[in-house]
């Protein structure tokens, strides 16, 4: 699926400017970058699903997906704060600078799923990775059918990307859900876990792709739910995660059974991650 | 064919010098080990030594290495990126048919998947290679097993055999028929090309008889191992046995993970570094926030023998990614070096039967 004659940063990483910095949700911080060579802005095209390797100075190199859409947004990624590199990147003020390599794996199919039913599930942070192919579909809205979203997260303090879904709720055509898992003051919407949305929104099943994105919990217990509603395991993807250190499928950090995820991956249909035989 | 006098490899190691720097076998004064190692001194060379405890794959996958170096300055946001590993040509002397075989797999693994390793590139390049036909086999030794030995078949610049009184030297690219010329070497009589089979069938016969009389046991094992037919049980057997030193994948000619790692110095610069890495390890797939998808030091285990046996990633080398050195099998202190991982997966194909 990855397009072999597309530019890529491979070993030395490109630097980059902090543009700008937005406080998310708790310990969730977006950076709005561009690259400091104009060269290398112009060449740098992403697709929706892929990741880049981004170096703090000092500090090391991590993988992170790309949450802004391939077409007409602001180059920028979301990070929760949780190891040395993740923690030294939340130091970072604006006109600091990083390292990037990539763009790397293979990415959210678009081309393949037009004119079907698109269904986004997404738990918690894992909203990060879809937003690109939301934003992407949504910009040719069109071309697609019915297009779902159904978002959980623990409370309304942790739902990510709130002032996007704000919009989302007000595009005519656009079915989004959102749910927290317990009742709070103030809160009018739905509360439960995410994979109760599926029933509640009467997903389409015929002529339907599903992401899902989330903790492994939520993870298990949306694919059950879709399955169970008569999708089938090739019309669910999903984006997957692991320790790595090239991106370019040598390190073997990322291996799932005969796949690394760099290079086969981060996207897998259900199907596939089924076979690998690994934790997700 | 030509024919290189013994007293002419001298002669051949300093017209290498001339442009590389050696390495080879050499015996290590106080360990008293064989070791693969640079060598300064051309007597120190001992082409006949027995196979040295470590391959000679740091030679193009240094156990550390610095893939770059960058220094950012914090005040006035400046950074300075630098891909600064530049390598010295290398000449690789008395390389066994094993080891040569490994290099071979990693060239296909670095250099010959979808993308390209620049790190890897600049070690391989210039690089000359003189194999040995391997005359003496080791107790742990299978490389006819594995279809790696005891002659090179492929990737040498220069491939020696002794044949008793001369060494016959074959030439593999045009550096080495180059070399032939520079040393105004004679060709060999047909009789003399005619001992090389000699030589190696009988090289062949003194195996032990478990890896003469076993060739098919790895393609039978390799089978099992791709389409899965491996119970549990049997992984959880030689995943108790392991230890998690890591060093059957330090020692092994085709293991090649890596971690990478930014170091900084005193002076305020970063060095990248990559380090050579092991599946066994448990923090090897931890991620941030402790995650780790793979637990048991079985499942971990099994990783390393399907990187070596399974089709998947024979496609990457184009072989089996064992080389038959048995190397794992000597410094394994939980006795699973891959000949025992095999046994273990017959004697289970077998009960099965």
Redesign the interface.
């Known amino acids: 699926m990855s397009d072999k004659s597309a530019f890529k940063i491979l070993t030395v990483p490109e630097v980059a400017v902090v543009d700008e910095i937005k406080d998310e949700i708790d310990e969730v911080k977006t950076f709005y970058l561009s690259f400091e060579n104009k060269e290398i802005e112009k060449k740098f095209k992403i697709k929706s699903g892929q990741f880049i390797m981004c170096t703090i100075f000092g500090a090391g190199e991590f993988a992170v997906s790309l949450p802004p859409s391939p077409e007409n947004d602001r180059f920028h990624i979301s990070v929760r704060q949780v190891g040395k590199v993740t923690g030294a990147l939340h130091q970072l003020k604006p006109g600091d600078k990083v390292g990037i390599r990539g763009p790397f794996g293979n990415g959210f199919p678009f081309e393949e799923i037009k004119g079907k039913n698109v269904i986004y599930v997404a738990g918690g942070i894992g909203l990060i990775p879809l937003r690109s192919s939301i934003v992407h579909v949504l910009q040719h809205r069109n071309e697609f059918g019915r297009i779902i979203l159904l978002y959980g997260s623990r409370s309304s303090k942790d739902l990510m990307y709130r002032y996007n879904i704000d919009e989302w709720l007000k595009i005519d055509g656009f079915e989004t859900y959102v749910t927290i898992d317990r009742e709070e003051p103030g809160w009018s919407g739905e509360v439960g876990f995410v994979h109760n949305l599926i029933g509640k929104a009467k997903v389409p099943t015929e002529n339907t792709v599903a992401f899902v994105c989330g903790p492994p919990v939520m993870f298990n217990a949306v694919i059950k739910e879709l399955l169970s509603q008569g999708l089938s395991e090739d019309d669910i993807i999903s984006t997957l995660e692991r320790h790595m250190k090239c991106g370019i499928g040598k390190c073997q950090h990322c291996a799932i059974g005969r796949t690394l995820v760099c290079t086969d991956g981060p996207v897998y249909t259900y199907r596939q991650i089924k076979t690998l035989g690994e934790q997700i | 064919m030509f024919v290189l006098q013994k007293d002419q490899i001298e002669k051949l190691l300093l017209a290498l010098k001339e442009s590389y720097a050696l390495y080879g076998p050499t015996l290590h004064e106080v360990s008293g080990q064989v070791l693969f190692d640079e060598i300064a001194d051309i007597k120190s060379l001992n082409i006949n030594a027995a196979i040295p405890y470590n391959p000679p794959k740091y030679t193009v996958f240094p156990q550390f290495e610095r893939?770059?170096s960058?220094q950012?300055n914090k005040s006035t946001?400046e950074?300075k990126?630098a891909?600064d590993n530049l390598q010295k040509p290398k000449a690789l002397v008395g390389i066994r048919p094993c080891d040569l075989t490994g290099i071979l797999c990693l060239d296909r693994?670095?250099m010959g998947?979808?993308?390209v390793?620049?790190?890897f590139v600049e070690h391989r390049k210039k690089m000359f290679i003189v194999a040995n036909t391997c005359v003496t086999p080791f107790p742990q030794c299978f490389c006819v097993c594995t279809d790696s030995g005891p002659s090179a078949q492929e990737g040498y610049d220069v491939n020696l055999t002794d044949i008793g009184d001369v060494y016959l030297f074959e030439t593999g690219s045009p550096k080495g028929e180059e070399m032939a010329k520079k040393l105004g070497l004679a060709k060999a009589s047909a009789e003399q090309e005619g001992m090389k089979k000699k030589v190696v069938d009988e090289s062949i016969s003194k195996f032990e008889p478990v890896a003469k009389e076993n060739k098919a046991w790895i393609s039978r094992v390799m089978n099992r191992i791709t389409t899965?037919f491996i119970p549990n049980e049997v992984w959880e057997y030689i995943g108790n046995q392991c230890l998690e030193c890591g060093a059957c994948s330090f020692v092994c000619p085709t293991c090649?993970?890596?971690?990478?790692?930014?170091v900084?110095t005193l002076d305020g610069k970063?060095n990248?570094l990559r380090t050579w890495?092991s599946?066994s390890f448990e923090g090897?797939?931890?991620?941030?926030?402790e995650h780790n998808?793979?637990k048991p030091v079985e499942?971990r285990r099994n990783?390393r023998f399907?990187?070596k046996l399974?089709y998947?990633?024979s496609k990457k080398y184009l072989r089996p990614g064992c080389v038959g050195c048995g190397r794992c099998a000597r410094v394994c202190p939980g006795d699973i070096g891959l000949p025992n991982v095999v046994t273990y997966i017959r004697r289970e194909i077998t009960r099965q039967v």
């Open positions: 893939i770059l960058y950012y946001k950074a990126i891909m693994f670095f998947q979808e993308f390793d620049e790190v899965g090649s993970c890596f971690n990478i790692e930014d900084n970063t990248r890495d599946c090897y797939t931890k991620m941030a926030g998808p793979r499942d990783k399907f990187c399974s998947s990633q």
